[in-house]
């Protein structure tokens, strides 16, 4: 008896591991489910520290919580002030990139009031000495911990954004790097004691596109500017006191306005290029030093603070946060919102991070006798899959590697994916590079007899064909893939030229004759 219930333990803890290693699947730190982990399949942590409602003897959006834990009394120290509806918004965000990639974000949210616990300051003040806060606390950072672990060992590179909200005057997203107002203002932002501070340094100098510092934070290109050019009006069509108009003097018609950017709508309340004096937040918090790239408050190089996982911290304005009736008066803007914001660090990720895909072969031509060419990824993750289209190519899926010998001649795309899948039904996964590949045989043997050769080139050809033999061909006749004849030519020549344009897009033999007699055939497509 004693070993069937081993046996159902071991069976209970094998499923309990499965359940925590799934994309998509939440685990808690305890049984209260204060502190969620959404574990991820792609580049991307993304965590909510101030959305939580978790506390006692309080009624919020009609549910009332009772008091569940007394050990867990309200911080004496600190700001308690929750940022609104973030816990809401990271889901619906997580919601929209599922729809797109068919993956998941890392995604840490501390249900817990902001009361209770707050993870994005020192563990001194956001748990007030408290034992059990600073449990929960740790748990907080641990499970970003792991996210980043993990994309490290997957991706070797990444994004980790904290998201926030805040309801300044001036309704637009404030994006923090760890660099101050003051800096933004007047300073050189590619000066290297910036740079060592911000908390996309890495970045700086893996960027796809040779971007500076300046460039990446408020160029075209820039996480501000993406939002800017954002297709969404909510920023625009609603300003602070609730009328419908755009924010005053800015003449803004679309997109979320957002600071830093490369956006300048004329004065310093509708300059987003730079705070100017204007309230902002700047990123200079816990939670993105620790786990941003730059040389601020971190850890080991694998969790942040230097490593390959930049930070990024986003400020939400409350007008972008508004659920609707029957727990708002102003209109739901959350739920287009969320769909906007995933769409642009999914943007975000392409423009500065993709060559998770990269590869290439030695060449891009293979005869048929050449050995079977195996690819290198040259910046991509190991671990996806190989493709090819139109039918013909013999490919190893997990390898990329080619069966020249047994492959059809003709052009190939072969596509290296990785990631989830887009679409259920789609066979590339999310990130993916393609390629061409040909498959030729410019020498053929047509008679052993008469050790005669034939060269054909180029094959596949839009019209234009030329032959080169080493003896006197005097007549070819082209044949259908089904075998009938379409095409005859004289030719009393070792080589020449001829002229398939009329014919239609496909396959089709090629036969060669020496006085009235066939001495061998050759495959040519037509595109």
Same mark, same amino acid.
């Given at each position: 008896?004693?070993?069937?219930?081993?046996?159902?333990?071991?069976?209970?803890?094998?499923?309990?591991?499965?359940?925590?290693?799934?994309?998509?699947?939440?685990? %808690?730190?305890?049984?209260?489910?204060?502190?969620?982990?959404?574990?991820?399949?792609?580049?991307?942590?993304?965590?909510?520290?101030?959305?939580?409602?978790?506390?006692?003897? +309080?009624?919020?959006?009609?549910?009332?919580?009772?008091?569940?834990?007394?050990?867990?009394?309200?911080?004496?120290?600190?700001?308690?002030?929750?940022?609104?509806? =973030?816990?809401?918004?990271?889901?619906?965000? @997580?919601?929209?990139?599922?729809?797109? !990639?068919?993956?998941?974000?890392?995604?840490?949210?501390?249900?817990?009031?902001?009361?209770?616990?707050?993870?994005?300051?020192?563990?001194?003040?956001?748990?007030?000495?408290?034992?059990?806060?600073?449990?929960?606390?740790?748990?907080?950072?641990?499970?970003?911990?792991?996210? #980043?672990? /993990?994309?490290?060992?997957?991706?070797?590179?990444?994004? %980790?954004?904290?998201?926030? &909200? @805040?309801?300044?005057?001036?309704?637009?997203?404030?994006?923090?790097?760890?660099?101050?107002? #003051?800096?933004?203002?007047?300073?050189?932002?590619?000066?290297?004691?910036?740079?060592?501070?911000?908390?996309?340094?890495?970045?700086?100098?893996?960027?796809?596109?040779?971007?500076?510092?300046?460039?990446?934070?408020?160029?075209?290109?820039?996480?501000?500017?993406?939002?800017?050019?954002?297709?969404? *009006?909510?920023?625009?069509?609603?300003?602070?006191?609730?009328?419908?108009?755009?924010?005053?003097?800015?003449?803004?018609?679309? &997109?979320?306005?957002?600071?830093?950017?490369?956006?300048?709508?004329?004065?310093?309340?509708?300059?987003?290029?730079?705070?100017?004096?204007?309230?902002?937040?700047?990123?200079?918090?816990?939670?993105?030093?620790?786990?941003?790239?730059?040389?601020?408050?971190?850890?080991?190089?694998?969790?942040? &603070?230097?490593?390959?996982?930049?930070?990024?911290? !986003?400020?939400?304005?409350?007008?972008?946060?508004?659920?609707?009736?029957?727990?708002?008066?102003?209109?739901?803007?959350?739920?287009?919102?969320?769909?906007?914001?995933?769409?642009?660090?999914?943007?975000?990720?392409?423009?500065?991070?993709?060559?998770?895909?990269?590869?290439?072969?030695?060449? /891009? #031509?293979?005869?048929?006798?050449?050995?079977?060419?195996?690819?290198?990824? =040259?910046?991509?993750?190991?671990? &996806?899959?190989?493709?090819?289209?139109?039918?013909?190519? $013999?490919?190893? +899926?997990? !390898?990329?590697?080619?069966? *020249?010998?047994?492959? =059809? $001649?003709?052009?190939?795309?072969?596509?290296?994916?990785?990631?989830?899948?887009?679409?259920?039904?789609?066979?590339?996964?999310?990130?993916?590079?393609?390629?061409?590949?040909?498959?030729?045989?410019?020498?053929?043997?047509?008679?052993?007899?008469?050790?005669?050769?034939?060269?054909? %080139?180029?094959?596949? =050809?839009?019209?234009?064909?030329?032959? +080169?033999?080493?003896?006197?061909?005097?007549?070819?006749?082209?044949?259908?893939?089904?075998? +009938?004849?379409?095409?005859?030519?004289?030719?009393?020549?070792? @080589?020449?030229?001829?002229?398939?344009?009329?014919?239609? !897009?496909?396959?089709?033999?090629?036969?060669?004759?020496?006085?009235?007699?066939? *001495?061998? #055939?050759?495959?040519?497509?037509?595109?």
């Amino acid at each position: 008896m004693m070993k069937k219930i081993t046996c159902l333990l071991c069976f209970a803890m094998l499923i309990f591991v499965a359940n925590a290693q799934t994309p998509g699947v939440s685990i %808690y730190s305890n049984s209260n489910q204060y502190i969620e982990y959404i574990p991820g399949n792609l580049p991307l942590i993304i965590s909510a520290p101030h959305g939580g409602v978790l506390q006692s003897g +309080q009624t919020i959006r009609g549910v009332f919580y009772p008091d569940d834990d007394t050990n867990l009394p309200d911080r004496s120290c600190g700001t308690n002030e929750r940022d609104d509806n =973030t816990d809401i918004l990271v889901r619906r965000i @997580q919601d929209e990139i599922f729809a797109q !990639t068919g993956g998941y974000a890392h995604i840490i949210i501390s249900n817990l009031h902001r009361s209770k616990m707050d993870p994005n300051r020192m563990v001194s003040e956001g748990s007030c000495a408290n034992g059990h806060a600073a449990s929960y606390w740790s748990d907080f950072q641990n499970y970003i911990n792991d996210a #980043s672990q /993990s994309i490290e060992a997957n991706w070797g590179k990444g994004l %980790y954004i904290d998201l926030h &909200g @805040q309801s300044h005057t001036i309704p637009r997203i404030e994006i923090g790097y760890n660099i101050t107002a #003051s800096e933004l203002n007047s300073s050189d932002l590619n000066s290297a004691s910036i740079i060592d501070l911000s908390t996309i340094k890495n970045l700086v100098s893996n960027n796809l596109n040779g971007l500076t510092h300046e460039e990446l934070i408020r160029g075209e290109n820039s996480l501000g500017e993406l939002f800017q050019d954002a297709p969404g *009006v909510y920023y625009n069509s609603i300003d602070p006191s609730g009328s419908a108009t755009s924010y005053p003097g800015c003449g803004v018609s679309s &997109g979320y306005r957002a600071v830093p950017s490369y956006s300048d709508y004329g004065n310093t309340s509708c300059d987003d290029t730079t705070p100017h004096s204007n309230s902002y937040f700047d990123g200079n918090y816990y939670n993105n030093r620790r786990h941003g790239s730059g040389d601020g408050t971190g850890g080991p190089a694998t969790i942040g &603070g230097g490593g390959n996982i930049d930070g990024i911290m !986003t400020e939400v304005n409350r007008r972008v946060r508004d659920l609707g009736a029957p727990f708002d008066s102003r209109p739901n803007t959350l739920e287009p919102f969320a769909i906007d914001y995933a769409n642009v660090i999914l943007d975000y990720l392409t423009i500065h991070y993709n060559d998770f895909s990269e590869f290439n072969y030695t060449a /891009s #031509s293979y005869e048929i006798s050449d050995s079977d060419p195996t690819p290198s990824l =040259t910046n991509g993750v190991s671990g &996806g899959i190989y493709l090819s289209s139109p039918a013909g190519l $013999i490919i190893d +899926q997990n !390898t990329g590697t080619i069966d *020249v010998s047994e492959s =059809t $001649i003709g052009n190939y795309i072969v596509t290296y994916s990785v990631g989830p899948n887009a679409i259920a039904t789609a066979p590339n996964r999310y990130y993916n590079t393609s390629i061409n590949v040909e498959i030729s045989d410019n020498s053929l043997s047509v008679s052993d007899e008469n050790s005669l050769s034939v060269k054909l %080139y180029p094959n596949p =050809t839009t019209g234009l064909i030329n032959f +080169q033999s080493n003896t006197q061909i005097s007549e070819v006749k082209i044949f259908s893939i089904l075998g +009938q004849r379409v095409k005859t030519l004289e030719i009393n020549n070792s @080589q020449s030229t001829i002229n398939i344009s009329e014919l239609r !897009t496909g396959s089709y033999l090629i036969t060669f004759y020496i006085d009235k007699q066939s *001495v061998g #055939s050759k495959l040519i497509i037509k595109n």
